[in-house]
């Protein structure tokens, strides 16, 4: 069964520090890969997405995450945070499924940054 | 401006009310998606509509019905609910449903079953 894991439901960290928000996957078959923020009171916007080609991938806002695959990994980065980032923070996984391309979403990561 | 509009924001409803929430986008897209979203679970996706046709239900209550009646429009209709189908529902759309398409949410429905 394919599935999408964050395993921090929520991470504090002081403003200017650097943040990693976890994601891992587990899937036998190709994968598109996303992360979505959802601010308070609106709807999830993209950040990033990894499609094909470079592991490495920028986003809005100054993120990054990187593609692992041998450790069906898509941590997301940023090296130094702000408070307009507090927000939760949403992995998207698609799984190519009798070709029909079947989107799962993590249960998200709130992100909150401390003054 | 996401381009991606519901109505209303807030709902309050008794579990013998019929209601119904709507959604719009501007974007010129194939494809629209309705998700609950309760706290501490992961998004749910209830439906997908490409091209004015259901692709996806899954498995969803039949207390819900969705209706797509052009490419710009998708209503998701309510009736005799539970409170535990109190949640977020968001709507979202995609240039078509293809898995690597971004999707545009709206920024939902916050709805509350007495």
């Known amino acids: 069964a394919q599935s999408v894991t964050q395993l921090d439901s929520q991470v504090p960290v002081f403003e200017e520090a650097p943040v990693e928000l976890r994601c891992n996957y587990s899937?036998?078959?190709?994968?598109?890969l996303f992360w979505y923020v959802q601010y308070p009171n609106q709807g999830l916007q993209l950040l990033l997405k990894?499609?094909?080609?470079?592991?490495l991938v920028k986003g809005i806002n100054g993120f990054e995450a990187e593609f692992n695959k041998s450790q069906t990994s898509f941590h997301l980065r940023k090296p130094s945070v702000h408070i307009s980032d507090t927000a939760e923070y949403f992995c998207?996984?698609?799984?190519?499924?009798?070709?029909?391309?079947?989107?799962?979403f993590g249960t998200g990561t709130k992100l909150q940054v401390i003054p | 401006e996401t381009g991606v509009t519901q109505t209303p924001r807030h709902l309050v409803m008794g579990m013998t009310n019929k209601k119904s929430l709507k959604c719009e986008q501007h974007?010129?897209?194939?494809?629209m998606y309705w998700y609950k979203q309760s706290a501490k679970k992961p998004l749910e996706l209830m439906f997908v509509?490409?091209?004015?046709?259901?692709?996806e239900n899954n498995s969803v209550p039949s207390r819900f019905s969705p209706e797509c009646p052009n490419s710009s429009h998708l209503f998701l209709h309510l009736h005799t609910l539970q409170p535990e189908d109190s949640a977020l529902y968001l709507c979202?759309?995609?240039?078509?449903?293809?898995?690597?398409?971004?999707?545009?949410f709206g920024p939902g429905t916050r709805l509350t079953v007495l």
């Open positions: 979202a759309s995609s240039p078509r449903d293809r898995g690597l398409d971004t999707q545009y």
């Open positions: 899937s036998s078959v190709s994968v598109y």
């Open positions: 990894y499609l094909s080609g470079s592991t």
């Open positions: 998207a996984v698609t799984f190519s499924s009798g070709g029909y391309q079947k989107v799962t």
């Open positions: 974007l010129g897209h194939n494809a």
């Open positions: 509509y490409s091209l004015e046709e259901r692709v």
